[in-house]
C-alpha cells in the first residue's frame, strides 16, 4: 500500500493550506488514514488520523481547532486542511496507512514516501 501526499507549499503565517493524500489500485476507505509530519532536526510526529470503521478523526494536541482531517470517497482521497498555520508547523508532511489502526499510529513503520514539504513564514 502506497500513498502519495501533496499540497505542501509556502504560506504565511496565519494562511491555510490543504494537503491531499491520494492512492492507486485500492480503496482508501477501508484504511485508517494518517498524517504525519517531521521538521528539519526533529523525529516524525502524528499529526492526524481518521479512522476507516466510524470516521472518527484524532489530532494531535498542537493542531486541535487548527486542522481538519476528512476524506473524500469519490475522489479516493484523505485531506488535511491546515488553518491559522504557525511557524512551528513547518515539516515535510506524510499520509501513511497501517493494518493496526489509527489508535496505533505512534508505532507505524510504514513506506513514507516522499511528502510534502509545508513552510510557514514571512
Known amino acids: 500500500v502506497q500513498l502519495q501526499a501533496s499540497g505542501g507549499g509556502l504560506v504565511q503565517p496565519g494562511g491555510s493550506l490543504r494537503l491531499s493524500c491520494a492512492a492507486s489500485?485500492?480503496?482508501?476507505?477501508?484504511?485508517?488514514i494518517g498524517w504525519f509530519r517531521q521538521a528539519p532536526g526533529k523525529e516524525r510526529e502524528g499529526v492526524s488520523c481518521?479512522?476507516?470503521?466510524?470516521?472518527?478523526?484524532y489530532y494531535a494536541d498542537s493542531v486541535k481547532g487548527r486542522f481538519t482531517i476528512s476524506r473524500d470517497s469519490a475522489k479516493n482521497t484523505v485531506y488535511l486542511q491546515m488553518n491559522s498555520l504557525k511557524p512551528e508547523d513547518t515539516a515535510v508532511y506524510y499520509c501513511?496507512?497501517?493494518?493496526?489502526?489509527?489508535?496505533?499510529?505512534?508505532?507505524?513503520?510504514?513506506?513514507w514516501g516522499q511528502g510534502t514539504q509545508v513552510t510557514v513564514s514571512s
Open positions: 489500485g485500492f480503496t482508501l476507505d477501508y484504511y485508517d
Open positions: 501513511a496507512t497501517d493494518s493496526s489502526g489509527c489508535l496505533y499510529a505512534a508505532t507505524w513503520s510504514p513506506d
Open positions: 481518521i479512522s476507516s470503521s466510524d470516521g472518527v478523526p
